[in-house]
């Protein structure tokens, strides 16, 4: 097992940024504010949030487009009238604040005692021995030797 810890600060902007980077964001979005705002939270729990904006940025175009076309319908306005612009169509800092308001961080301040207590008897584990392991050269060249006169016999 491999102990991950918890995104930084710059992993949290990259994580925003490859969630975001096809979504069409406002631009007064501040992704580093947004990663500020998310200490403790991880990969999954950032992407959840852009994904969640995201979505009731969609579902927004979606109903408004079905309200225009109810109005097209009882002739209060032309087939052409009303249509969004797909500029407007964007994810606002209005989405994020709804979604920041749902996000839940995944993984406890109790979780994260054990995964740290977990890393460190691993490192222990490894111990001094191991982890500046080198062969030593006369063994090497004995070796050899060894197996080579074993091959002769």
């Given amino acids: 097992l491999i102990y991950i810890p918890l995104p930084d600060l710059k992993s949290r902007v990259s994580i925003f940024h490859a969630a975001l980077r096809k979504a ?7 992704i580093e504010t947004l990663a500020r705002s998310t200490n403790g939270f991880s990969g999954a729990d950032i992407t959840e949030i852009c994904q ?40 606002t800092k209005r989405h994020f604040n709804f979604a920041m308001a749902k996000a839940r961080r995944s993984v406890t301040e109790k979780d994260l005692v054990l995964f740290q207590e977990f890393a460190e008897k691993q490192k222990a584990g490894r111990g001094e021995a191991a982890s500046n392991f080198k062969f030593d050269e006369e063994e090497e060249e004995g070796g050899k030797e060894d197996e080579q006169g074993a091959a002769d016999d």
């Fill in 24 to 30: 069409p964001v406002a631009p007064d979005v501040s």
């Fill in 52 to 91: 969640s904006a995201s979505k009731l940025a969609i579902r927004e175009a979606i109903i408004s487009e079905e309200e225009r076309l109810k109005k097209v319908a009882s002739g209060e306005i032309g087939e052409d009238e009303g249509r969004a612009d797909p500029a407007d169509m964007i994810i």
